[in-house]
């Protein structure tokens, strides 16, 4: 078994043309008994308008490995908290307990680690005439997914990074 302490991991998945749902989740997962531990006993302490929730597939069905989700931005109104605490909530959970099912997660240690994910919400989302929940739901599901798969094979690897140092640009940095 691979070594536990500390995986971190990120994706983006974009949004159908018109929407604002694009999902960019960044994980950590680790051991309870290490620095994940901290960070994510840590996040119990609420700091306004980044509320920290589990992910719950369902009242009374948390995930495991328990799953900690904090917003990147200030949930300032209720419907943005409810798209934090409803579409975005259920398509982590989800997307933890499919890791666990296709083995990308070891279902034997579930119980001996926790993930931290840091989630996304387009402050756009909430005056969008057409929000497509369904398409929150999809983005987050799948970049959740993949963030975990690539936290947990250490990826993009240290090669692939040197690699592609001067051919592969971050989608903001038109200014270089």
């Known amino acids: 078994m691979p070594d536990l302490t500390f995986r971190a991991g990120e994706a983006t998945v974009f949004a159908a043309p018109g929407q604002a749902t694009d999902a960019m989740p960044e994980i950590l997962i680790g051991r309870v008994e290490g620095p994940v ?6 996040m119990m302490a609420q700091s306004k308008g980044h509320t920290a929730m589990f992910a719950i597939r369902a009242c009374n069905q948390m995930v495991r ?6 917003p990147k931005v200030t949930l300032k109104d209720m419907p943005t908290i409810e798209l934090f605490g409803g579409v975005v909530q259920s398509a982590t959970a989800d ?3 499919d890791c666990l099912i296709e083995g ?4 034997e240690k579930a119980n001996e680690l926790c993930i931290i994910s840091l989630v996304w919400i387009d402050p756009r989302c909430v005056t969008a005439p057409n929000i497509d929940n369904k398409d929150m739901y999809r983005t987050n599901y799948e970049a959740t997914k993949l963030a975990i798969q690539r936290a947990m094979s250490n990826e993009p690897s240290v090669d692939t990074l040197v690699a592609n140092r001067h051919t592969i640009r971050h989608d903001m940095d ?3």
């Open 174 to 176: 038109d200014w270089i």
């Open 104 to 107: 990308i997660l070891p279902k």
């Open 95 to 97: 997307a933890v307990v």
């Open 37 to 42: 531990d901290h960070s994510f006993a840590n």
């Open 65 to 70: 490995p328990a799953t900690m989700i904090v």
